[in-house]
């Protein structure tokens, strides 16, 4: 088995290299341009992170595609048409900078959503090389994308099925400063000695590698072009590793991201109002994007309870056969008010969207 893996990975490799698309980048020899970014320092601010001269600038104006990534199951369908929905609702209004939509459906093959969702279908990694691990198609999707498709919009959006668009989304990007969401759990500094495998010590200190995932990001598309390749290799690379595959988890291509990125000289504003995730995150004024990727469980006193004995409770991942059925009850009083606002989302998308329960 480990033969006919070791086969795969290197012939995908080569076809990579060959393709008349895209060059495959050799990470052991890349030369990256470090930008010397890391002098200007960080200031924390309670909602921004960036560097001490982006404080003085103003965000662009420039629009942004909004680029989705998922593939064909049910499960996924039903977000990606929940997240379309409200970009569409929140598209024209006052605030947003938000462009064209595509879902990059790494599925191989069309499915029944082409009509209703704008999609550009591209090929999944061959088959047995992401190992389970389905987001390690991610990367590879955009290299397809970035490589095929026309895309008008000078930046670009990174961002996923479970996304809500509460508030219209400005270009939080500032030239060749991409925004991301700092996301508590990528730990760069804490894991030095894993990160040094990918990022070596002439490439700068482990803290130029940006606490981000690839979503959500707001990145210059020409940036986004010579990160993803870097950004693909990086997470064969640690999912290949042992230590990397075992310490990052569900995370590895989140950190692959950020090395990638890290690689290329690429340093993040950090927005910390990007985006909020509910029930840790409380409230939804002034954030951008809803991610429910975490349970809610409460008891009808609105207390926070385990899912298993909740009298009241919304969790994404009860539905992974099917669309969550319309008109889902409201908390109870003292839920916070983005657990509120999320399921009162979910329900008027649900009561507008057509053939709701289709799942096929």
Request: charged share 25%; proline share 9%; net charge neutral.
């Amino acid at each position: 088995m480990a033969r006919k893996h070791f086969s795969l990975s290197t012939l995908f490799l080569v076809l990579l290299a060959v393709g008349s698309f895209f060059a495959t980048y050799n990470l052991l020899t890349l030369a990256v341009h470090y930008k010397a970014v890391n002098s200007l320092g960080l200031l924390n601010d309670p909602i921004v992170e960036m560097h001490d001269n982006m404080k003085r600038a103003r965000g662009t104006k420039a629009l942004f595609h909004v680029a989705l990534t998922t593939i064909d199951t049910p499960y996924s369908k039903w977000q990606s048409r929940i997240m379309y929905y409200w970009y569409k609702r929140t598209k024209d209004k006052a605030g947003s900078n938000m462009g064209k939509f595509t879902r990059i459906l790494h599925s191989g093959e069309p499915d029944n959503l082409m009509d209703e969702i704008p999609t550009f279908v591209v090929d999944p990694l061959p088959s047995g090389l992401d190992r389970g691990y389905i987001v390690l198609n991610r990367p590879w999707a955009f290299v397809q994308w970035l490589e095929r498709a026309t895309i008008e919009e000078e930046y670009i959006l990174m961002a996923e099925p479970d996304h809500i668009f509460v508030n219209p989304l400005p270009n939080l990007a500032r030239g060749e400063f991409p925004a991301g969401f700092p996301f508590s759990y990528i730990e760069p500094a804490d894991n030095e000695k894993i990160i040094r495998k990918y990022f070596p010590k002439e490439n700068g200190p482990v803290t130029n590698v940006d606490p981000v995932g690839n979503s959500p990001v707001i990145i210059r598309k020409d940036l986004l072009k010579k990160i993803a390749p870097s950004w693909m290799n990086v997470s064969l690379r640690m999912k290949d590793d042992p230590e990397t595959d075992k310490s990052f988890g569900w995370v590895l291509e989140m950190y692959a991201y950020a090395v990638a990125s890290a690689l290329h000289g690429v340093r993040h504003i950090l927005r910390k109002d990007f985006m909020l995730q509910p029930p840790v995150d409380l409230e939804t004024d002034k954030r951008f994007i809803i991610h429910y990727t975490y349970g809610c469980s409460y008891n009808m006193k609105g207390e926070p309870t385990y899912e298993r004995i909740a009298e009241w409770r919304f969790n994404k991942r009860l539905h992974l056969r099917g669309p969550p059925p319309r008109n889902l009850p409201l908390p109870p009083p003292g839920v916070p008010e983005s657990v509120v606002t999320l399921v009162k989302m979910v329900n008027e998308a649900t009561a507008n969207i057509p053939n709701w329960d289709t799942t096929e």
